[in-house]
């Protein structure tokens, strides 16, 4: 099973979130006996300046030394024990970019996990080490982060002895530095970008929201000297306040859980798992659903639900993959807001139906309306059978280059 929190290792860093939570998607096997040691990273320049750099971090797959790329045929570095807490990187590992037009700058990837491509433009990005060593990544919600304030975006990856798996994740952020992918391999995979205009379309729709039904929204806007740096996930601003009768969206999600608990007390609540797996039925009995193979799950908070990974939606190694994959289709249920209204989950839902009702996760409705393809939550890969995947992700058992063209 590929998961998010496998793929992606952020360490710890002061002031910083953790990343979000895993995924449940799990992936065909390539027909290829193992996929190859090394594959192409093109980093393509499609903006409009000639400032603009990369940074490749990641672990390396087989040692799980945490380690950096460099351009100019320089081998990663490996980052090394610090002598004290946030100590700067010493090596520059900034990967420039070719001018616009010029083509793409060209890198040896070798197999590594838990691994991001970071674009900024106009400025370069501050690492820091910690004891242990760990990578300290930028934490672009925080405004205290020296990083806060440069345009940045980012995918994620994975490239292991299977395949190579990438992502044009909003899951964390939508930013005004668009990146689109090309993953070559066995066949072509293809991501389109945001479009121009779109983060701003998508924080005007969430300032609308705001000032429609009194939440926190607009909070989720992040601006700077030259306008909107990046729109974040529900969960970014919550973080800082998780635990505290303060917290941003603490009861959001109380009267809708309240509603569907009840319903499903005297109802039956149906969870395909898919791929053949069987179905799960379940009922509220007291304030816990049970599922007929004994799985079961408590009542979701507003942190639960936007995390994906808390409390009943806590991804525990050890529940048995029926009960993680009824977690996953219970988090995108609660998210799009239709377990309330379709007790067959996923499939009874269509699209259409999805963030249609008031109480819904209104930061992935306005990525989805304003975006060719995204993956706005966690589980944002939960399908109806026979609906094309919206998530953004690509993955190629033999791959042999992979272009990143920001935009």
């Known amino acids: 099973m590929v998961s998010r929190r496998s793929m992606i290792t952020l360490t710890a860093a002061a002031g910083a979130v953790a990343a979000s939570s895993p995924w449940w998607r799990t992936f065909a096997a390539p027909t290829a006996e193992a996929a190859p040691a090394t594959c192409e990273l093109a980093l393509a320049n499609d903006t409009d300046t000639s400032a603009v750099y ?15 790329l460099r351009g100019g045929g320089q081998g990663p570095y490996y980052i090394e024990q610090p002598g004290a807490t946030n100590t700067p990187l ?6 420039p970019l070719n001018a616009p037009g010029a083509g793409p700058a060209v890198v040896t990837l070798p197999r590594m996990y838990g691994a991001r491509v970071y674009f900024v433009r106009e400025s370069k990005l501050d690492f820091y080490v910690n004891p242990g060593p760990a990578l300290v990544e930028p934490a672009l919600h925080n405004p205290a982060d020296s990083n806060y304030g440069k345009i940045v975006s980012f995918c994620e990856f994975t490239f292991n002895d299977v395949q190579l798996f990438v992502n044009v994740s909003y899951v964390d952020l939508v930013t005004a530095l668009p990146i689109g992918l090309l993953l070559q391999g066995d066949g072509d995979h293809t991501v389109a970008a945001l479009d121009n205009g779109a983060v701003e379309a998508i924080a005007a729709d969430l300032e609308a929201q705001a000032a429609a039904d009194g939440q ?18 529900p ?16 009861n959001y999600w109380s009267g809708y859980a309240d509603q569907v608990w009840e319903h499903y007390r005297h109802n039956d609540l149906r969870i395909d798992l898919q791929g053949g797996r069987g179905i799960l039925t379940g009922r509220v009995q007291g304030d816990t ?8 799950f408590a009542k979701p908070d507003s942190r639960d639900v936007f995390t994906c990974n808390h409390g009943p939606f806590a991804n525990n190694p050890s529940d048995s993959d029926a009960k993680k994959a009824a977690l996953a289709r219970l988090a995108a249920a609660f998210n799009r807001s239709t377990i309330h209204s379709h007790a067959d989950q996923p499939n009874g839902a269509g699209v259409a139906d999805f963030y249609a009702n008031e109480v819904t996760n209104h930061y992935a409705r306005a990525v989805h ?5 995204g993956y706005a939550f966690p589980y944002d890969d939960v399908t109806p059978d026979g609906v094309p995947d919206q998530s953004g992700v690509a993955f190629d058992g ?3 280059r992979l272009t990143l063209t920001v935009t």
């Open 54 to 68: 990369a940074y490749v971090t990641g672990r390396e797959f087989g040692t799980d030394r945490m380690m950096l």
């Open 90 to 95: 010493p090596v520059d590992c900034a990967i």
């Open 216 to 233: 926190p929204w607009d909070d989720l806007v992040m601006r700077g000297d030259r306008g909107i740096l990046r729109v974040v996930s």
């Open 235 to 250: 969960q970014n601003i919550m973080a800082p306040h998780f635990g505290q009768p303060n917290m941003p969206f603490a």
């Open 289 to 296: 659903l049970v599922f007929d193979d004994g799985s079961t």
């Open 369 to 373: 309306e304003h975006s060719p393809i």
């Open 398 to 400: 033999n791959p042999t």
